[in-house]
């Protein structure tokens, strides 16, 4: 994600040119990434969810998320203003994690319904989905113009399928080994580090490549 990021902001600045909107490439490699992002939304509400969801923690962070999805909007509009993000990934993690709240008792309907929601999602179309208040449902017949695009079809299967994977580990050693991470060397704790540090991750780095990049652009012009 810091890497399609940073390619992002080099061709923003004009350091580099890269094909965003029609290379394959970069097509693939987005739907990649946002799917092993949501993947462990997924996973991670799961396993937050395997012993009694914490009303307090889970509030909190649905607030936090709303606040960031706010701070993401604006800047967006603030720096497309033909094309700012009204429902990118943050808006669909604080919907998917209301959402995925009713799902978190169910284990392989849990597989069942991610894969026919995924298939649903790619397959279906209807001109009437559209409409600007209907896009963030998904089945549209174009892809709206906005920066950042994350509908909650086919996207949410993919979460149900990170739920289905987060009751497996829970119910497995891997969550021991997983848990041995902890001791397994500075490498691995600064991965550590990073997963639950996650949301500060997603909303810093931005700010801190297009500052940077910013500073490059005025040196080299």
């Known amino acids: 994600m810091v890497g399609f990021h940073f390619c992002f902001d ?19 490699a987005r739907a990649l990434i946002v799917a092993l992002f949501l993947l462990l939304v997924g996973v991670s509400l799961q396993l937050a969810s395997s012993g009694g969801l914490k009303i307090g923690a889970y509030s909190r962070r649905l607030v936090l998320l709303a606040v960031c999805a706010g701070i993401v909007s604006a800047a967006s509009y603030a720096m497309f203003p033909e094309s700012g993000i009204f429902f990118g990934v943050l808006h669909f993690i604080l919907a998917a994690s209301i959402l995925g709240v009713f799902f978190a008792r169910f284990n392989y309907l849990n597989l069942l319904l991610g894969t026919g929601w995924i298939l649903a999602g790619l397959a279906y179309q209807n001109s009437w989905f559209d409409q600007a208040w209907l896009n963030w449902i998904g089945f549209m017949t174009h892809k709206p113009v906005t920066q950042d695009y994350a509908p909650l079809f086919p996207w949410f299967g993919v979460v149900l399928l ?6 497996w580990l829970s119910s497995h050693e891997t969550a021991g080994k997983c848990r041995a991470w902890k001791g397994a060397g500075k490498p691995s ?29 005025i040196a080299v012009t």
């Open 189 to 217: 704790l600064a991965l550590l580090w990073l997963g639950r540090h996650s949301l500060a991750v997603y909303m810093l780095h931005q700010p801190l490549l297009l500052g940077a990049l910013y500073l490059v652009s």
């Open 10 to 28: 080099l061709n923003y600045f004009k350091l580099a040119s890269f094909d965003f909107y029609y290379s394959q490439f970069w097509l693939v």
């Open 162 to 167: 990170g739920m289905f994977m987060g009751r």
